[in-house]
């Protein structure tokens, strides 16, 4: 069954509205192109200013147009756009490409005229991509619907495309293209979603995952505007093996400050956005040249490849840089087996490495059939799932047929750095083997390429894809306090240690002594959810005077720091034994909902910055995951011959934790347990402290 926005992007009949003779016009660039590049569907221009246009009658109204057509393009005056719409759907056009700004991004005048165009497609059914939009190519039907003149100065291109290229910015995706076309990446799609007041950046994206003209996607996303849609469109292209690469604006304050002024979007918590890719398995870029190389990796994707790595290299230096940005990388270099080195030794001379990085030395130009030897020696051992070559020039042109036989007889995902000038590129490239021009280019699209390869195979994306509903189980209201916050993860099976309520010093006093000594006394109050700065928590109490004197102490500061809470008392709890300290936490994200962060806690939390995120659910497998990528993590796993803590206790009670938030549903914006304290391994952890916010109206 066809998308529904298969007239928007692949359409057989297209309208100009506002068109004009003039190629440098906007009215007028997309009929040139489409004339140009050799458009086979129908092409209708309107404007009663032209009798013909580019050889083609021009119509005075949308009226006089045979009814049906698949695509409108609106080359005219953002006042003007409503109205046309309307006209254009009487007509029965099934989709419009809205060219002009002056919408939402213009202030509140240009918002409203937003909301109008929003209302006509919702009751109309009709498709309208815009406003403030560049327009789209089809570059398989040549389909040339944007105001581009990128396609005219980029190298042209022969033959089908493969790469899809779906942006938020018009400037961006030409940018991009341009780059791309000069390594020679072919394009089937070219969208630029502008305001996105109808269909979003997610829905263009699901049609691209269902594309079989697509095989991979390039991305740039400002503000992601439906959350849930881009993780089921992310994760189809996932389970379908098409790359999505993406890259995120708004990483600092004046990152999202620019995001605001451009689109009228608002940049998400981009940490949230991390780590939904990662468990999406997207790819994350840092600029275009990185988007553009990983696309033209992306042809390579079936090969099999992984992290780790062989280095071939007639330079002992070059090998050893390529070395260490692998590690640098995230990659490995495995030191390889006592028999493959002696294979490699037989044409390698004394002088030259054969442990990984592999150093052929000058020595290949002697004897260039042992490069089919040694290549296949890597090709088939265990250790090595990936193999990189430099040899520059004229010495990679010697080694190209041996290179390709290689190829073509193991299958595994082999990559020539060439630094020089070979002529054998595109023969070697046909082979089945990228050619890299640029050191720090390569790593930098390499190592993103094969840690998408490596997440591909452990398919991340599959518990995400399934909606997370609320549980029914939440409580009848939200937790008002600390107190019965804490109850509230502990009927879910979240450990706690043991506490009383006190309202008076003498009860405090007699909670101390059934649980005896020491103890820590904590102010408990709703409206004083950080208790530590208001004073509000007094530690290691040992004796009755201790504790008779650190309440009325306590409930002085708390009425100093905040005079309008609302004390109900304290919370008198039986002191921990030593223990590590995590903050286990969770919000409701905009953008992608339920989102957990797990890191260092206590009151260092915010200092060290020591986190890990990931979209709820997460189970006990994810958690140790997310524990294993702390810089902390030592500390629970026996630092300098420190007690091993009990990480498996740990990992179910963040488990626990997030079915805990989850049952929540809507109603709760955040919670957090700061710190669980997590003791030697056997004894456990503990909930030492609790927190529930109600999501605001």
Partial sequence: MAHKLEPLLNPSSIAIIGASDNPGRIGGMPIDLLVQFGYAGDIYPVNPKYESVFGRRCHDRVEDLPFGIDLAVLAIAAEDVAVMLARCHARGIRAAIVYAAGFAEA????????????????????????????????????AYTAFASVFKTAPRQEGRGRVSLLTQSGNVCAAVFAIARELDVPFSQFINTGNEACIDFSAYLDYLAEDAQTDAVIGYIEELRDGPGFIRAASACAEAGKPLIVYKAGETDKGREAVRSHTSALAGNQAIYRAAFAQLNVIECQDFAQMAHIAELSRYRDRSAGRRVAIVSISGAVGAILADK???????????????????????????????????????????????????????????????????????????????????????????????????????????????????????????????????????????????????????????????????????????????????????????????????????????????????????????????EAFHVMLANVGQHVPDARIEGVVVQKMAPPAVELIVGAVRDPVFGAALTVGLGGTLTELYRDVCHRLLPVNAQDARAMLGQLKAFPLLDGYRNAPLRDVDATCEAIAAFSRAFLALGDEAAEAEINPLAVFERGHGVAMLDALILPAQP
């Fill in 107 to 142: 202030g509140e005048s240009g918002a409203a005229l937003q909301r109008t165009v929003e209302a006509f497609a919702r009751d109309s059914g009709m498709l309208v991509a815009g406003p403030n939009c560049m327009g789209f190519a089809n570059l398989n039907t040549h």
């Fill in 326 to 548: 692998c590690i640098g990388a995230g990659l490995e270099v495995p030191t390889l087996p006592g028999a493959l080195q002696d294979t490699l030794r037989a044409g390698i001379p004394d002088y030259g490495m054969v442990s990984n990085p592999i150093d052929v030395t000058g020595n290949v130009v002697n004897d260039p059939g042992f490069v089919r030897t040694a290549l296949g020696a890597l090709a088939t051992a265990e250790t090595i799932d990936t193999i990189i070559v430099y040899a520059p020039g004229y010495l990679l042109d010697r080694m190209a047929d041996d290179l390709a036989g290689v190829s073509a007889q193991h299958g595994r995902l082999i990559v020539a750095v060439d630094t020089g000038r070979a002529t054998r590129r595109a023969y070697l490239r046909d082979a089945g083997i990228p050619v890299m021009t640029d050191i720090g280019m390569t790593m930098q699209a390499l190592a993103p390429f094969l840690h998408w390869q490596e997440r591909r195979a452990r398919k991340p994306w599959r518990a995400l894809a399934q909606a997370c509903r609320p549980l029914p189980s939440g409580p009848d209201r939200l937790a008002r306090n600390e107190h019965e916050a804490r109850a509230w993860f502990v009927s879910q099976g979240v450990p706690t240690i043991a506490e009383r309520i006190a309202t008076t010093a003498e009860e405090a006093v007699a909670a101390a002594t059934a649980l005896g000594y020491p103890v820590a006394l904590k102010v408990l109050s709703a409206d004083v959810p950080h208790k530590t700065e208001a004073g509000g928590v007094q530690l290691h109490l040992g004796t009755s005077g201790a504790v008779r």
